[in-house]
C-alpha cells in the first residue's frame, strides 16, 4: 500500500517548529508494511493545499493530512478539503458538546472560536480526539483514503493508533496472517560492536525471508526491531523463540522491550525486592531524578536526590571535607564513592548512587579532563564506581551519564 504524508503548517516551512510528526508517522506506517512514497510540507494557504492534495491523491492508496484543524483565522484544511473535494461542511453538535466537556473538566472557559471545530466534512467518519479539541476525519475519494489529523504530536499519534494504523492493517495482509514484531532494547554497547555480537544470529535469519532486524541507534541504547510475517501457530512460536534468542544474545546489554523503558525497570526491581535509592547528583544536574520520577509510583522506593553542584554544598549537605577536593579533584573516583555512600547513609537507602563530572565546553583539572564522568552505586554489599569518556558536548555528554548512571544501578540490582 502506498501511502503519502502531507503536513500543513508555515511553522514548519520556517524551521521554527520540528516536523517530528512526519518521522513518526513513516516509522509507523514502515512497521505496518505500508510503503510511504511522498513527504509534501505546505503554508498555510488554501491554493497550496488544493494543488498539493491533487497531486497527493493521484498515485496513492491513503493519504494522511496533518495540521491546520485548530480554531484561529490561519487553520484552512477543513475549508481546503471541503473546497477541493467538492463536499461540503456540517456543524457538528456532538463533536462541539465534547469539546465543551473538556474545557469544563480542566476548569477552563471555552472561546467562541473553539466553535470553528464543530465544521466537519459531511458523510466522513468522524475520529474523536482523546486528548486534545480538534476532531479527525477519514473518507474515500476515488480508490484512495483519506485521514486527517491535527498537528498536536500526542493527538496525532493517538488518532494513528487508536484508528488509523487499524484501518490500513485490514488492507495490508492476506486472510490469517499477521505482522509480528518486538523492539528489544539495550544500552552499554555501541551499534557496531553490538551488530559483531549478534551476527550469528544476522546470519540465521538471513535464511528467513520473512524475518527483518533492524538496528536502530540514539545517543543513550540501540534499539532491535525484530519483524516477522506469520501464517499459522508454528510461525508464531518460531518468532517467540527467535526473540528469546536475541535478547539471550545481548547479554547483560539487553534489558526489556518497548515500551519499557531503564527506568521502568529499576523501579519494578527495587519494588519487588522491597528496596529504596537516594541520589546524589552533580553533573548531572538532577536529570537522573526527573527520569525516575516519570515512573508513577516511584515515590514507594525513591527515597530523594540532592543536586550537590557546587564543592560547598558536597562538603555542606554530605560532609565530604574540603581535603579530599585538594588531594583527589572534584571528579575523581574517592569523591564519587563518598557521595553515594553518604547519601544513602543520609536518608536511609538500600542504594546510593552519584554523579561528578566535567560535561564541557569548559571545565577540567590535573586531576580529569573535560568529557570525565564518575559514577557510583553503594550498597551495603560495598560501592563499585566506574569512570566515563564522554565527547565535548554538553548536552549529549549530559543524557549518557544519566543512562550510564542508571545502567550500572540496574546491572547492580540484577
Not at 543536586?307 to 569523591?335: H, M, W
Not at 580529569?368 to 557510583?376: C, D, M, N, P, Q
Request: proline content about 3%; glycine content about 8%.
Amino acid at each position: 500500500m502506498k501511502v503519502s504524508l502531507l503536513t500543513i503548517g508555515d511553522e514548519l516551512l520556517i524551521g521554527q517548529v520540528l516536523n517530528s510528526n512526519v518521522q513518526w508517522m513513516s516509522e509507523k506506517l514502515t512497521e505496518l508494511g505500508c510503503t510511504v512514497t511522498e513527504h509534501l510540507t505546505i503554508g498555510d494557504k488554501m491554493d497550496a493545499i488544493s494543488r498539493a492534495l491533487s497531486f497527493a491523491v493521484s498515485d496513492c492508496d491513503a493519504l494522511i493530512l496533518g495540521g491546520g484543524l485548530g480554531p484561529t483565522h490561519d487553520d484552512l484544511t477543513m475549508d481546503a478539503l471541503s473546497q477541493h473535494f467538492q463536499i461540503p461542511l456540517q456543524y457538528d453538535e456532538d463533536w462541539i458538546s465534547k469539546v465543551a466537556a473538556y474545557f469544563k473538566a480542566r476548569n477552563r472557559v471555552m472561546s467562541d472560536n473553539n466553535k470553528k471545530q464543530g465544521f466537519l466534512l459531511q458523510g466522513a467518519t468522524r475520529i474523536d480526539n482523546d486528548c486534545g479539541t480538534a476532531a479527525g476525519q477519514y473518507f474515500k475519494v476515488g480508490k484512495t483514503r483519506i485521514f486527517v489529523v491535527p498537528g498536536v504530536p500526542h493527538e496525532m499519534k493517538s488518532m494513528m493508533t487508536r484508528f488509523i494504523l487499524p484501518k490500513l492493517s485490514e488492507k495490508l495482509l492476506p486472510s490469517g496472517e499477521k505482522i509480528l514484531k518486538e523492539t528489544l532494547l539495550t544500552t552499554g554497547l555501541g551499534e557496531s560492536l553490538l551488530a559483531d555480537r549478534l551476527d550469528p544470529f544476522v546470519q540465521k535469519i538471513k535464511a528467513l525471508p520473512s524475518v527483518s532486524l533492524a538496528f536502530l541507534p540514539s545517543n543513550t541504547q540501540v534499539r532491535l526491531r525484530l519483524q516477522m510475517k506469520a501464517k499459522s501457530k508454528e510461525d508464531e512460536a518460531l518468532f517467540q523463540s527467535l526473540v528469546q534468542e536475541l535478547a539471550e544474545g545481548c547479554g547483560r546489554d539487553y534489558f526489556g522491550v518497548e515500551p519499557a523503558t531503564l527506568e521502568d525497570l529499576i523501579f519494578n526491581k527495587l519494588k519487588q525486592q522491597g528496596q529504596s535509592l537516594a541520589i546524589a547528583e552533580s553533573c548531572t544536574g538532577g536529570l537522573i531524578a526527573h527520569r525516575l520520577t516519570q515512573v508513577s509510583g516511584i515515590s514507594e522506593v525513591l527515597r530523594g536526590s540532592l543536586v550537590a553542584y557546587q564543592e560547598s554544598i558536597k562538603t555542606l549537605e554530605l560532609g565530604i571535607p574540603d581535603q579530599l577536593f585538594r588531594e583527589n579533584g572534584v571528579v575523581s573516583e574517592i569523591c564519587v564513592r563518598s557521595m553515594a555512600e553518604k547519601v544513602r547513609t543520609k536518608w536511609g537507602a538500600d542504594f546510593g548512587l552519584a554523579t561528578t563530572g566535567y560535561l564541557g565546553p569548559q571545565g577540567g583539572d590535573a586531576f580529569a579532563s573535560v568529557g570525565t564522568v564518575w559514577i557510583a552505586v553503594a550498597s551495603k554489599a560495598g560501592t563499585i564506581a566506574h569512570v566515563f569518556q564522554y565527547e565535548n558536548h554538553r548536552e549529549r555528554a549530559k543524557e549518557r551519564a544519566s543512562q550510564s548512571a542508571l545502567d550500572l544501578l540496574r546491572r547492580n540490582l540484577q
